[in-house]
């Protein structure tokens, strides 16, 4: 083929539309109860926790239907996950238990932290076993449960107030946390259950949430300076790059995508900022106020069958995120 029917072929192929992120709210029900941390279920309804209202809830985004199931009081649940069986299961962060909630019968079995000073399971995850990896914030420890045996083994932090936080699973099955009571990022071998830090440079920066890309690379925002934090785990480099609000950005909620981009929101600003990031080409893709104003939204979740993000909101509200294959434009004014 000649050259110029080659170009001509190019120029004539179609070119995908490029298309704005576009977020739709549900209002909760209940009042002034903190809906947060959401978890896709295998039948596609959403679960979340009501952190202050002791409940775990079931939203079908179909028919804007809620369920509520309710918790023992002062549970303070902080997030859940959902097995895929469609078993929940969630953080008892002021009772010292996970729990097991069987959404058929209601049912919920506790299963509590086998070391009293392990009070407050914080964030829970599921690995590619169906197990769960979690933190426990103050206790300082982060922890797996087997969930077939129902065995909890914790692995203490050793630098002193850490604060195990947000925590993710990589393609290895091997879990990645922040440490927010310090400038370190940490992992736990699956196997061995040995325990690895990583120091960022600046004393002053608090990772909180974190996620990992197909490559391995290991991505977070800090809290207290506005940047977005890149680990390789190979060499050990990290890399940071400013978020638009700067140190006021109050960066909290963090996912990655199908396509390994970095999503976060800036909560120092109102309304919150859901703000898409090109590990590529290192730029800002997408910024995209939070219809309700968000609050803060402390934790979002990417479901790449939908290509939606979903999250809380202490607007009282749970929010879906669709979020297009090619996003249009760097221009975030």
């Known amino acids: 083929m000649r050259l110029a029917s080659l170009l001509a072929l190019v120029l004539a192929a179609p070119v995908a539309a490029q298309q704005p992120v576009t977020i739709k709210e549900w209002t909760v029900p209940w009042a002034q109860t903190r809906p947060r941390d959401p978890a896709v279920a295998p039948d596609g309804r959403i679960w979340f926790v009501g952190q202050t209202g002791d409940y775990a809830a079931v939203l079908d985004p179909k028919t804007g239907e809620f369920k509520r199931y309710e918790l023992e009081p002062g549970t ?6 959902v097995d895929a069986k469609g078993i929940v299961w969630y953080a008892g962060n002021r009772t010292g238990h996970i729990g097991r909630l069987d959404p058929a019968t209601g049912a919920i079995t506790k299963i509590p932290m086998p070391d009293p000073e392990a009070t407050d399971p914080h964030t829970l995850v599921l690995d590619r076993n169906g197990d769960i990896w979690f933190t426990v914030q103050f206790g300082n420890f982060v922890g797996k449960l087997t969930v077939a045996t129902r065995q909890v083994r914790l692995v203490k932090v050793p630098t002193p107030r850490a604060r195990p936080y947000g925590i993710v699973i990589d393609r290895d ?15 736990v071998d699956p196997v061995t259950f040995a325990l690895k830090e990583y120091e960022i440079a600046d004393p002053k920066a608090r990772p909180r949430r974190i996620g990992v ?3 391995g690379i290991v991505w977070w925002g800090d809290y207290t300076r506005g940047v977005t934090g890149r680990l390789d785990p190979r060499t050990g480099q990290i890399t940071e790059y400013p978020n638009p609000a700067g140190p006021q950005s109050l960066p909290y909620a963090f996912t990655t995508d199908d396509r390994d981009r970095i999503w976060y929101v800036e909560t120092g600003v109102q309304p919150n900022m859901l703000v898409g990031f090109d590990p590529r080409t290192k730029k800002v893709i997408s910024r995209t106020p939070v219809p309700s104003g968000g609050g803060t939204v402390r934790y979002m979740v990417y479901d790449a069958k939908e290509r939606v993000i979903w999250f809380g909101a202490d607007a009282n509200t749970v929010g879906r995120a669709v979020i297009p294959a090619v996003i249009g434009g760097t221009d975030v004014s």
């Open 76 to 81: 303070g649940p902080h997030n859940l996950v």
């Open 173 to 187: 099955n091997r879990p990645w946390f922040d440490l927010f009571g310090s400038n370190r990022i940490g992992t």
């Open 213 to 215: 890309t197909s490559d």
